[in-house]
């Protein structure tokens, strides 16, 4: 068996999988008619949401937000670390556990942006605006990423093989270097998320996220939207603006 260290690789998706999930529309309405129907709430259980979704705009488009929390998501999440510390502000509603370099010797994986990735800014603070790479502008920035990946992931391997402490010598590593994790929300907690970290004509508040957060938040709202169409299209209706 070789004891060769694994050499680097790169790519420039993301991935998201719903591990496990206890969400549906129906979760949004007897949470809501409890407060007027209390016990007979229950009934709520067993009826067909979408005889309700009137209900379920009402409460988005007034903004009575808590009978959207009484639901659960779990996603597994590989993604660059840059893109973690970003997630990571998110807290009210979210649970995380991430894979740590301190117990584990981590996997030479990093981001590099793909062709399509936009790479000129352009404009101040606030109102940046992104323009498209040139091609020798897009070899440059692989180029450049790459060559640096190989030689800190060189010296984090040659501190490993001096006997180094592996919480020592992840310090040399780069954002770029893909870390994993799992990320539990509500689809209140989820909505604040997509409104911040996604960017769409019908917004009614505009977000301008960077490209590869909002890859990991298009992910995530293609599958809660296959749990809760109702409450998806209800988000979509009223300016995408969490209740």
């Given amino acids: 068996m070789s004891d060769e260290p694994t050499a680097p690789s790169f790519r420039s998706d993301v991935t998201v999988e719903l591990v496990r999930s206890a969400a549906a529309d129906s979760d949004v309405i007897w949470s809501a008619r409890v ?3 209390g016990e007979q709430s229950l009934d709520a259980l067993q009826q067909d949401p979408e005889k309700s979704k009137g209900l379920i705009n009402f409460l988005m488009r007034d903004r009575h937000g808590t009978p959207f929390e009484h639901n659960s998501m779990t996603f597994f999440i590989s993604a660059p670390i840059f893109v973690f510390r970003e997630f990571h502000r998110h807290r009210s509603g979210w649970s995380y556990n991430e894979e740590s370099g301190r117990y584990r010797e981590l996997e030479p994986v990093f981001y590099v942006p793909g062709t399509d990735r936009k790479l000129v800014q352009q404009g101040r603070p606030g109102k940046y605006e992104f323009h ?7 070899e440059t920035t692989t180029g450049a990423m790459e060559a640096a ?8 391997q040659e501190m490993l093989a001096a006997g180094v402490a592996r919480e020592v010598a992840r310090a040399v590593l780069p954002v770029g270097l893909f870390s994993s994790m799992y990320a539990t929300c509500n689809a209140r907690s989820l909505m604040h998320f997509l409104s911040l970290r996604t960017r769409r004509e019908n917004s009614a508040v505009p977000s301008f996220p960077q490209r590869e957060i909002e890859m ?6 293609e599958q809660w939207a296959q749990l809760m169409p109702l409450t998806h299209a209800a988000f979509e209706k009223h300016g995408r603006v969490a209740p």
């Fill in 35 to 37: 407060s007027t129907a």
């Fill in 132 to 138: 498209e790479g040139t091609p020798e502008q897009h």
């Fill in 149 to 156: 990946y190989r030689e800190s992931y060189a010296r984090y």
């Fill in 216 to 221: 990991v938040a298009e992910r995530m709202e």
